[in-house]
């Protein structure tokens, strides 16, 4: 993949790569002035007691993970340009997540990154004598083992962030995620990388969702979305309403009704899907490369939701679509870990800006032709 630990696609000789290890640590009292991790404890409101870190780069790049909801990301800025939505709920302490029905919304923060599943995504359902809630239980599950390392690795000043997830019951599944989340001095991004494995001795379905919500100002009137996709189709009456402009984005509009589109996702020839979230009216153009493995997330789900404060795009490559784990095992989309398999997702998220933004989606929006 083209993402953020390529150092040739952001070498300046006067800042930046051009200075090496030694000549900058001549420049600064320690790393912390230029990049690492912040670690806090959230105190006030539904959030209280929420373990979190802030990750901040010298590129610009700033990431809110949370410990506490599965490692996975809230808020996120680029030389304090906000990219992502917010929900009114915002950070939620996982004893507040309502299992049942759709009660995963009223504890769904949105953020850069929302994780859907573990052994379950999409609408809720019962399967069997199984009941099961809206998008599963995975980001509500608080990280275990959580570790953070900033360190020199030759010339590269590295931060990474991992811990473990598990969703498990007696007489069930146990499933376990291992996650990190890496980026480094002057990188424009990061790299995530899961590993999932059935630690059970049964057979297991396994279903896992990157719920990616961007929002203003990146999503804004003229703003655009490109998919490297084989096939695309509405998920329902409202979404074929929108069909033909599921890729282009208004400003918000009154009484708008949530649009879901499903991509079959086309890979490169190194298996590699790609999205690209595209501003070219914020200052010199903006955008937001997601890159991924096709062969493992195979497909990818739009979510338009282009309301008044509901103003959010989301972009969620996965295993399966959102039409729940019955459908979409009748589609044969669900797969199925054997005991002690395991399976592993790479996901790759890079800022660009001006020339650079517009290339990156132009190639996207070539390859989804």
């Known amino acids: 993949m083209s993402g953020p630990f390529n150092e040739e696609t952001t070498r300046n000789p006067s800042y930046g790569p051009g200075v090496n290890a030694r000549e900058l640590l001549r420049r600064v009292g320690s790393m912390q002035q230029l990049a690492g991790v912040r670690e806090y404890v959230l105190s006030d409101g539904p959030g209280r007691g929420v373990r979190a870190m802030r990750v901040y780069n010298a590129a610009g790049l700033e990431l809110e993970i949370l410990a506490d909801r599965a490692l996975d990301i809230g808020r996120a800025a680029w030389k304090g340009i906000p990219l992502v939505w917010i929900s009114p709920a915002g950070t939620v302490h996982p004893a507040h997540y309502e299992p049942e029905g759709a009660g995963w919304l009223r504890v ?27 998008h599963g239980r995975a980001s509500a599950l608080p990280a275990m083992r959580v570790q953070v390392d900033e360190a020199w690795v030759g010339e590269t000043f590295a931060i990474e962030v991992r811990g473990e ?14 996650r990190r989340i890496r980026t480094s001095l002057w990188q424009p991004g990061f ?32 703003t655009r979305l490109a998919v490297t996709r084989k096939a695309t189709r509405p998920r329902d009456g409202e979404a074929e309403k929108g069909l033909g402009q599921e890729l282009f984005m208004s400003g918000p509009v009154p009484g708008f009704q949530e649009q879901v589109f499903y991509h079959d996702v086309k890979a490169d020839e190194d298996g590699v899907g790609r999205a690209c979230v595209y501003n070219p009216n914020l200052g010199e153009g903006l955008a937001v490369l997601i890159e991924f493995d096709a062969e493992t997330m195979p497909r990818l789900v739009e979510w338009k939701m282009l309301g008044e404060g509901l103003y959010v795009l989301g972009v969620e490559p996965g295993t399966s679509f959102v039409d729940g784990r019955v459908a979409e095992r009748k589609a044969g989309r669900v797969p199925v870990l054997a005991p002690g398999e395991s399976r592993r997702y790479h996901l790759e998220v890079t800022v660009l800006t001006g020339a650079e933004a517009e290339a990156a989606f132009r190639r996207v929006e070539q390859e989804g032709a």
């Open 191 to 222: 790299i995530l990388d899961d590993q999932v494995v059935n630690e059970g001795f049964s057979p297991t379905e396994h279903m896992l969702l990157y719920h990616m919500n961007f929002g203003y100002p990146l999503l804004d009137e003229g």
């Open 165 to 178: 997830i598990r969703e498990s019951t007696v007489f069930g599944p146990n499933v376990k995620l291992s």
């Open 108 to 134: 769904f923060g949105g953020g850069l990154l929302t994780t859907c599943g573990l052994t379950h995504y999409g609408r809720a359902e019962v399967d069997g004598d199984e009941v099961l809630g809206l």
